[in-house]
C-alpha cells in the first residue's frame, strides 16, 4: 500500500511518499499535454525582453529563442474555471519527502529552432531518482527528468534534459539557541 500523499506546500502541488516509492518512478512517462497557447509573435518578443535577449533572429524574423520553449509547460496564472487542468511540472508528481525545490542543471538539445506558428505538445518523463544525498542546503534527492517538444506534426523540436533537487532543510534551530 502505498503512502503517497499530495499536499499544496509553497503552492506546487507536490506529491509525497518514501525515497523507495519515488525511485519507483524512474522510467514513468507523462500523457503527452498541449501547450496552452502556439507560439507567436508576443509571446517571442516578450520572453525576449524579460531576459534581455537581443538576437535579431528573434526579433525581426519568425524564430523563438530556445529558453520559451520551457515556459509552455507551465500552467497560465489563471484560468476559467471551466479550462482549469492539472498538469503541473510532472517532476513535483513524484512522491517524495523534502518540502524544498531547486533546479540543479538543465540542458536543452535542438533537433530544430522553435518557430511562431508552432503548436508544441510535452511529454515529460521521469529518467532518475537520485539515492539520497546531503548537500550543503539539505538532504534530500536529485531527480532527473527528460521532456520532449513536438510540434503540430509529431516531430521532435528539441529535449530538455533537467535535474531539480528536493530536500529538506536540517534543523537548525538547536544550533541557533545554542549560539545565542
Known sequence: MSSATTDDVTGLGMAFGTIEEGRAWAGRTSEPKQAWF??????????????EDANPRYWEGDECPPGLL?????NPQWTPEHLHREDSLFALNVPLPGHHIINASTTTELERRPRVGDHVSIVEEIVSVSPEKTTRIGTGVFITSLTTYRDQHGEVIARNTNVLFRYDIADTAAGTEEQA
Open 70 to 74: 520551457m515556459t509552455l509547460g507551465f
Open 38 to 51: 502556439p507560439i507567436d509573435r508576443s509571446m517571442v518578443l516578450y520572453y525576449c525582453s524579460l531576459v
